[in-house]
């Protein structure tokens, strides 16, 4: 059950840096954004809005690559942390 739910979480993650970048090709909500939020549109590509008129603009590929490299780094150290198993007690020897 436990590698489910990370399984889940993995996905989840993946579809989120998906949708953050120009790669997001699935047009799965309508026009008015998700949920009604107008931030959230169908067709992706949010971190490239969040730069348009900055000086990091013709970055956001290198942006988002090392961003999603981060993320999942991260979240692998949190996912080694969650599932390692407890550490044996040490012994004390009375002398």
Same mark, same amino acid.
């Given at each position: @059950?436990?590698?489910?739910?990370? /399984?889940?979480?993995?996905?989840?993650?993946g579809?989120? @840096?998906?949708?953050?970048?120009?790669?997001? *090709?699935? !047009?799965?909500?309508?026009?008015?954004? &998700?949920?009604?939020? +107008?931030? /959230?549109?169908?067709?992706?590509?949010?971190?490239?809005r969040? &730069?348009?008129?900055?000086? $990091?603009?013709? $970055?956001?590929?290198?942006?988002?690559?090392?961003?999603?490299?981060?993320?999942?780094?991260? &979240? +692998?150290? $949190? *996912?080694?942390? /969650?599932? +390692?198993?407890?550490?044996?007690?040490?012994?004390?020897?009375d !002398?």
């Open positions: @059950m436990k590698r489910v739910v990370l /399984l889940v979480l993995m996905a989840v993650v579809a989120v @840096m998906l949708y953050l970048s120009r790669f997001w *090709i699935f !047009d799965l909500w309508g026009r008015p954004g &998700l949920f009604g939020i +107008q931030e /959230l549109r169908p067709n992706g590509g949010l971190l490239a969040w &730069l348009r008129g900055t000086p $990091f603009a013709p $970055f956001e590929l290198l942006i988002w690559a090392t961003g999603v490299f981060l993320i999942l780094t991260y &979240l +692998q150290k $949190f *996912i080694d942390f /969650l599932t +390692q198993p407890n550490a044996p007690e040490e012994e004390t020897t !002398d």
